[in-house]
């Protein structure tokens, strides 16, 4: 049974849906990757669609770089954040099996750049911890790790090195007052601010890799900071990173609801927002329980 | 035949003596060619009637309304994050109101606004908490995430990094007008964030991250300078009725300076809001490479309007464990150039 509002999330994502495969972000765009990865994982937490989904996923692998990146645009190599996103998308897709490992391959094969520790450094973070960047060349940073962590956890990697070192990351990074932000916790003697976004995704990522005693102050955090948040990306990973924990907010339906009769006030949600809230919608833990939902 | 000792002392001297004639000559015909103007507006508070202010900045500084009419003008405040305390940190939305207001008194067909945040990826939750959504709802003012549209690639044309192309949102080939309107702030690693710096919100996240760690890379004054360089905004306005001291651009104090500050070229606009700072802008590293290639930063060549900078200027704490912020104080000499 399909709530009406998931429901009619699901006819603005089929709208969006295009012809020769793969989704735009926003009604008549042009075709994004992340946008139809994120499609991907709301068709499938629905159980719909197989048709446009598997066009999508045949898209998403013809778009694959030969090194096995998935990028934002063809333009744009060195910009590889979308493909763990990818892999979450073609994790249980048969005919994408070949462009799953290379995508894990370069998974494992790039991170984000590491730095020397500087003994005056302003920034209080371990800057030798190597996660996963936004673009190649850069820094790693909360968001493109926790994602990598996800997906090289749905493919069976768990023990991999890399998802313990980004774990280290993850929990470096997190605020000493809990949550997280984008990826800097201490800069000039003063603690940043963190942000529910990152702080949901973050939660996501580490389930099952720490001890829930490491992030009951981030968890404690996000419990408040959800009750007030009626935006799509920041309600969504709210609930889900709570969810991971076993700490779905039982006002959750309700608050999505809400985030949904916000669209009056903001516009029609982008195909990315509205797929993440489609899968806050129908998950009852993080990410990775999409991938036990009987089929 | 040769020189004799006094033959050659005179060529030297004579030498050196044309030598800087032809470099105060080169300045100066530099200078001719950069002059700019400045408005300056006292502005007690953000209940004031912030449209008339700026409309008044816009026909101090030339722009009548035959110019804007039938324009598309987009304007790109500075929303970092969101901190409901805090109103030093984003460009006030009734800044935004007044901008929207002016510009549609003038005659434009349409105004929006427009950020991409560099910190959070939740844009429409830093624009419902800073208090800005509340006002582009009143309003009807459309806004748009510069973060995730569909985005155009073009050459660099400021080569001060070694990024070869700059990447944009797509809406910014449907504007005839962008709009810096910026907020008067320190920062920790750039020594001050005005217009020029608001300008980093125009690249999308999608394609430089969040934050733009790719611009990081490249150099935060390099890229402060290809992005004015290659964007070419047509204004900047200044939110400093209250800006940021001591640690910006996020976590520094409230400073009322009670000014609005307007111009057409960005690097003048960021001169003058650093003397109202009491901050040298020549030794704030991207305004002294800014000189004469982006626009003027002399005093001197810069014809200000509305409130002198004496009458207006105001200490910003800086601080001395922040390396950029240590050497930016204007000294004795400063106030002459």
Known sequence: MIDPVVSESINILRKRSLA?????????????????????????????DPEIISRARSRLASGQLPDGGVCISPYHPEVYWPTPLAILAWSQSAPQQDSLARAVDFLLD??????????????????????????????????????GIIALKVTG???????????????????????????????????????????????????????????????????????????PIALSWGILGLGAWGERPV??????????????????????????????????GGIESLYRLAP | MGFTRREFLGACVGGAILAASGHFLWRKFLRSRWQAQTFIAKVPGYQADIA????????????????????????????????????????????????????????????????????CRDTLRVLEESGLAEVLWEDRIPFIDLNYQDAYSIPNVGKFSSLTSLTFPAILRQVDLIVSLAKLKTHHWAGITLSMKNLFGFMPGLYYGWPKNVLHYAGIE?????????????????????G?????????????????????????????????MKINPYKVGYLKRAEFVLGTINEADIVQVGEPIAAVATEFKLLNYIPSQKSLRMGFWGKFI
């Open chain 2, 244 to 276: 940021m001291e001591g640690d910006g651009p996020i976590m520094g104090d409230p400073k009322p300076a009670g000014v609005l500050v307007m111009g057409r070229n960005l690097p003048a606009v960021d001169a003058t809001c650093a003397r109202v």
């Open chain 2, 52 to 119: 008339t202010v700026i409309c008044e900045g816009l026909a101090h500084l030339g722009i009548s309304p035959q110019e804007i009419k039938g324009k598309r003008i987009l304007l790109k405040p500075n929303l970092v994050e969101s901190n409901p305390a805090s109103i030093q940190i984003n460009t006030h939305p009734l800044v935004v109101r007044g901008a929207v207001e002016a510009f549609l008194k003038f005659g434009a067909s349409r105004v929006m606004v427009a950020e991409g945040p560099g910190h």
């Open chain 2, 222 to 242: 390099e890229a402060i300078l290809d992005i004015t360089a290659t964007l070419r905004p047509h204004l900047a306005i200044v939110d400093g009725i209250v």
């Open chain 1, 110 to 147: 790039h991170s984000g750049m590491s730095l020397q520790e500087q003994e005056k450094s302003p920034d209080a973070s371990d800057v030798t911890l190597k996660g996963w960047p936004w673009v190649a060349g850069t820094y790693s940073w909360i968001d493109p790790t926790a994602l």
């Open chain 1, 157 to 231: 990697h768990s023990n991999h090195p890399r998802i313990a070192e980004a774990t280290r990351l993850l929990l470096n990074r997190q605020l000493p007052h809990g949550g997280w932000n984008y990826g800097n916790t201490i800069l000039f003697d003063k603690e940043l601010r963190p942000m529910p976004e990152n702080t949901g995704l973050a939660l996501d990522a580490l389930q099952s890799l720490t001890a829930r005693s490491n992030l009951e102050l981030s968890l404690d955090y996000l419990k408040v900071v959800v009750r007030n948040l009626r935006t």
């Open chain 1, 251 to 284: 006002a959750a339906t309700s608050w999505l609801s809400e985030c949904w009769g916000w669209q009056a006030r903001f516009g029609v949600y982008d195909t990315a927002s509205l797929s993440l809230f489609i899968l806050a919608c129908r998950l009852s």
């Open chain 1, 20 to 48: 020769e495969g793969g989704f735009a972000n926003t009604d008549n765009g042009d075709y994004r990757t992340d946008a139809t990865a994120w499609a991907i994982l709301a068709l499938s937490a629905c159980g719909l």
